[in-house]
């Protein structure tokens, strides 16, 4: 048989991978990153000896260990995936950082935008990648609801309301506002484009004391738009919808639905242009058709993890970056100021927009966008890193 030479594949150099935190969520990771070509789980870590084990069973190649400092300083490594709970994050990814790693933060990215800000310093001195879990905005349906908005098929949006209910999984170091909302905000924040000028959050400890275990939180926006979030632990029915509201058409998302997640609503509400006598006023209502559009069934933490490996060989900034992290937590500050203030609106601070500063509005007309000119929340279609997307 003649030989046929094939063209010499440059074979290119896998990133190794290091995991800490083995508990809930941490196995899933491991198994997305075991499934991304370019790159090899190689060790992970947890202070507790049995989820170490636990993962070692079912992936005996992996090497286990329990001292997350010896794991950050292996010189092997590439990256770190920290997925233990939120209070470790900041000193875990800040070693990760100064050892030259590049790192996975899960949501959210610390307890403070303080230390969010001196990560993201961190990460653009050394030149690394720091990229937070905003799972969300990498699962299809929220790629779908953005993509119908950018086609401009809602109008504008009005409004957002966003439930995410269920019984636990309780924390104990952060409450129901910082484990379950910053999905919802990160997707409202993604589809809406921009920061809040303000927040209002309510809630309640019935289970563990300080712990709000309910809390109910509206954002308001420039322009008049704003977004409401429930969050709950003590709910008996799993709820995990979102609907967004606009002037021409409107979207429910419901992520509990195997096929049907998204529907659109051909329906709207005009007032008359113009009306000379209280008798002539009438609403119109129109009540269109609806639609479910395909949407292509991923895992959106596999997109997550194959876009956190794809940055680090292109060396460019991820869709959820550190200063994605960094927005997150000033919305949760101003949702915590808010809850001791029993509710009480917390006014983002004017001029960057995502640096809030504790202050009481007397005035709730004071939401609809007068506190002057606020930092833009990079748009999915302008960021750069949204182009990795593209045929996913
Ligand atoms: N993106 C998502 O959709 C999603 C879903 C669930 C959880 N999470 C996030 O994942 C993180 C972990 O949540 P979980 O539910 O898996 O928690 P968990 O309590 O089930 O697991 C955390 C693990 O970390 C270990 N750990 C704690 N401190 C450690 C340390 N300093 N070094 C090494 N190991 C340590 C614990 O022993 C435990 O096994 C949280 O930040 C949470 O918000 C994200």
């Known amino acids: 048989m003649v030989g046929t030479t094939e063209p010499a594949k440059e074979?290119?150099?896998q990133i190794k991978v290091g995991l800490i935190?083995?508990?809930y969520w941490g196995p899933l990771l491991v198994r997305n990153f075991r499934g991304v070509a370019q790159c090899q789980l190689k060790a992970v870590c947890d202070v507790d000896i049995r989820r170490v084990e636990h993962v070692c069973?079912?992936?005996?190649?992996?090497?286990?260990?329990?001292?997350?400092?010896?794991?950050?300083?292996a010189s092997d490594l590439d990256a770190v995936v920290i997925a233990t709970p939120v209070t470790s994050h900041y000193p875990l990814a800040k070693a990760s950082l100064l050892a030259g790693k590049h790192t996975f933060v899960e949501k959210p990215l610390a307890t403070s935008s303080e230390e969010c800000e001196e990560l993201i310093e961190i990460a653009e001195r050394k030149g690394l990648v720091l990229a937070v879990d905003h799972t969300f905005l990498y699962s299809a349906p929220v790629r779908k609801i953005v993509e119908i908005i950018q086609a401009g098929d809602l109008g504008e949006i009005r409004y957002i309301n966003s439930r995410r209910l269920n019984l636990g999984l309780f924390q104990k170091d952060v409450n129901v506002a910082w484990d379950l909302a910053p999905h919802d905000i990160s997707i409202?924040?993604?589809?809406?484009?921009?920061?809040?000028?303000?927040?209002?959050?309510?809630?309640?400890?019935?289970v563990t004391p300080q712990v709000e275990d309910v809390t109910n939180m509206s954002l308001f926006f420039p322009h008049n738009r704003f977004a409401t979030i429930q969050s709950s632990w003590l709910e008996p029915r799993k709820?995990?919808?979102?609907t967004i509201v606009g002037s021409r058409r409107m979207i429910v998302y419901d992520d509990l639905q195997t096929h049907e997640k998204i529907r659109i609503y051909d329906v709207r509400v005009d007032r008359p242009p113009h009306y000379d006598t209280f008798a002539e006023f009438q609403y119109s209502y129109h009540y269109g058709d609806s639609y479910i559009p395909h949407l292509q069934q991923e895992e959106p933490l596999n997109l997550a993890c194959r876009h956190f490996i794809d940055c680090i060989e292109t060396n460019s900034a991820p869709l959820t970056d550190g200063r994605q992290g960094l927005d997150m937590i000033r919305i949760l500050e101003g949702a915590s100021a808010s809850l001791k203030m029993r509710g009480a609106p917390f006014v983002f601070s004017a001029g960057n927009g995502s640096s809030p500063v504790a202050a009481l509005s007397r005035n709730?007309?004071?939401?609809?966008?007068g506190a002057g000119k606020r930092r833009k929340v990079p748009s999915p279609a302008k960021n750069r890193a949204a182009a990795l997307f593209q045929g996913t």
């Open 21 to 23: 935190g083995c508990g």
């Open 188 to 206: 409202i924040l993604h589809i809406l484009g921009e920061f809040p000028v303000s927040i209002n959050c309510q809630g309640n400890a019935h």
């Open 239 to 242: 709820i995990r919808d979102m």
């Open 364 to 369: 709730g007309s004071s939401h609809s966008g």
């Open 57 to 73: 069973a079912l992936y005996p190649d992996v090497e286990g260990m329990t001292a997350p400092q010896k794991l950050i300083a």
């Open 11 to 13: 074979m290119k150099r």
